[in-house]
């Protein structure tokens, strides 16, 4: 007696879609996903962030010369006297923070001092919250 499987992708449409795209196997799943769970698809989900960044307020100038001054003008942290602790950064952030620095002719910051300046903020910031666990 021999077991019987049913396969959950259909093989001829699987091949046909295979010749036709590249990465047609993700797709397939996705769609296979998608019927089981009924779930949006993934450009669904592009269609609702394109649709939240359009209805993003409007920066004014003054919103943008304060982060200016907060994070990129600062020079508390440019050259400090003591030793930090070395510590692992996402490299996504990285890359921003080095696209943020270099739209700055004028800033004289790296990104440890961005870095350090973003944090003194945050702890500024939330001060009240962060006392009562220390």
């Known amino acids: 007696m021999t077991k019987v499987y049913e396969p959950d992708i ?3 449409e699987f091949i046909r879609t295979f010749r036709d795209e590249p990465s047609a196997l993700s797709t397939l799943k996705n769609r296979h996903s ?6 949006k ?8 962030k394109a649709d939240q960044l359009k209805a993003a307020p409007a920066i004014s100038d003054e919103d943008i010369e304060d982060y200016r001054k907060r994070f990129l003008l600062d020079k508390t942290y440019l050259r400090p006297r003591l030793r930090f602790l070395m510590v692992e950064i996402n490299p996504d952030f990285i890359q921003k923070i ?13 990104i440890k001092s961005f870095v350090n300046n973003v944090l003194a ?3 500024e910031r939330y001060k009240d919250i962060i006392a009562k666990r220390l």
Request: include cysteine.
């Open 41 to 48: 698809s993934q450009t669904d989900n592009i269609n609702v």
């Open 98 to 110: 080095k696209r943020i620095i270099s739209y700055e002719s004028d800033s004289p910051c790296s």
């Open 121 to 123: 903020d945050h702890f």
């Open 10 to 12: 259909d093989p001829d």
């Open 34 to 39: 998608d019927e089981n769970t009924g779930s």
